[in-house]
Each structure stands twice: as structure tokens, then as C-alpha cells.
């Protein structure tokens, strides 16, 4: 397996602009993780799910993230619309019972 | 609310030590516990994981430990070389209402590790 599958790798939108981001996690693996990376805050939790139904989506910041499954290949975490604070590098996990793999993340800069 | 600590932030070391990075989690209730390695610019690699009933994990150079009661683990790098620079992150998984893998995990801020030659 090619491991967890993130695209783009680098985004750079104006302000205001929707952003989407997408992850293809390892086949197999039933639960998906949205992460986001700063410099300030860590690595922060974003929205999580389990056979495509969100489990857990109380670390996304506000009305303007939303995150999607619609099958066990893929998703998507978009922002809508993009703020300079949203600049940071995203990544997506997928598991299956323990380890968590990660994608090399998409670097995000909102100008 | 778990939170995780990591000391040292950064640690510079010469080629060839033997050095300690620590962890420690508020809430003794995990799962397991994994560490990771992040090269600037990339992503997360898993470097090893501790289930919750085990005490120590070894791969290579590597030797990780758990002490789940007093909330603490530690990551062990024998003989450490140049190419073990990186920022190393531990991660716990908590005990929730999903088994497995269906919690998530609380990241340390991590160690950065510079190896010189």
C-alpha cells in the first residue's frame, strides 16, 4: 500500500477563497483523522470518523471547516472561506484498531 | 482533559551518545501510546508503540518504555547518528466510548533532536 494519500501537498489561496483538501487513507483502515500544524498550538485534533460517519468533530475551529467521507477511499476537509490564521500544515491519519499512519500533510497558506 | 508534555524542547547532542527523551500524560487512562519522528517539512513517521499493558517496546536502537501509573514514557536512542536529527513527538490514545484505534490521540509538543557530527 502506498500509505495514506494527501493532495495537494502545497496550497496557496487569497483570503476569503474555499480551500479543499483531500486524503485517501490506507485501504483497510477504518477510522480517518483530520490534524492540523502550527508552530503555536501543535499538532490539534480536528474531526474524526469511523466507517465514514464523524465521530468526533469538536476540534474544528468554526462554521467555516467542514470534513466529508463519502466512502471508505476518501476525504475531504474543506474551508470556506479561508483566513490568513487557517495558514498550516493539515494532515490526515488512518488506523485500524491502534497505530495511527500519517500523510505527509498539505501546507496551507492563506495570503 | 489529557495533556501531554514533552522535556527536553530541543537537545543537541554529538554523535555517538546514548541520550533520554521524556513524556509525560495527566490522564493514566490510555490506550497506548505511540512516538513519532517528523522531519521538517514531511510528515509523521510512527517509530513505535506501546499498548497500554505492556512496559517497554524495542526496535533497532530504539527502546521505548511505559509507566501508565505515574503517566510517563520515555524514548530511548542508542548510539545516536546524524541522521536521527528530527523532532520526535509522542502521542497518547485515550479510552473512550469507541475500542481500538477510534480515539484520538493527544500529541506532546515534541523534542527536537540535532545530532552533530
Known amino acids: 500500500d502506498a500509505g495514506v494519500i494527501q493532495s495537494p501537498r502545497h496550497e496557496v489561496t487569497e483570503m476569503g477563497q474555499e480551500v479543499t483538501l483531500r486524503c485517501k487513507p490506507i485501504s483497510g483502515h477504518d477510522y480517518l483523522f483530520w490534524y492540523r500544524q502550527t508552530m503555536m498550538r501543535g499538532l490539534e485534533l480536528l474531526i474524526y470518523?469511523?466507517?465514514?460517519?464523524?465521530?468526533?468533530d469538536s476540534g474544528m475551529p468554526e462554521d467555516r471547516f467542514s470534513a466529508k467521507m463519502p466512502n471508505a477511499s476518501f476525504s475531504t476537509l474543506k474551508i470556506q472561506p479561508s483566513e490568513p490564521r487557517d495558514s498550516a500544515v493539515y494532515f490526515c491519519a488512518s488506523s485500524y484498531d491502534t497505530e495511527a499512519f500519517f500523510g505527509q500533510g498539505t501546507r496551507l497558506t492563506v495570503v | 482533559k489529557q495533556e501531554v508534555t514533552q522535556i527536553p524542547a530541543a537537545l543537541s547532542v554529538p554523535e555517538g551518545e546514548n541520550l533520554v527523551l521524556n513524556c509525560s500524560f495527566t490522564d493514566s487512562a490510555i490506550y497506548n501510546l505511540q512516538w513519532f519522528r517528523q522531519d521538517p517539512g514531511k510528515g509523521l513517521t510512527s517509530l513505535l508503540l506501546i499498548q497500554s499493558s505492556q512496559r517497554e517496546q524495542t526496535s533497532g536502537r530504539l527502546n521505548a518504555s511505559l509507566d501508565k501509573s505515574s503517566g510517563r514514557s520515555t524514548l530511548y536512542i542508542a548510539a545516536s547518528q546524524p541522521g536521527d536529527s528530527a523532532t520526535y513527538l509522542c502521542a497518547v490514545q485515550g479510552v473512550g466510548k469507541l475500542t481500538g484505534g477510534g480515539n484520538k490521540l493527544t500529541f506532546g509538543t515534541g523534542t527536537q533532536l540535532k545530532v552533530e557530527l
Open positions: 470518523f469511523n466507517n465514514n460517519v464523524p465521530i468526533d
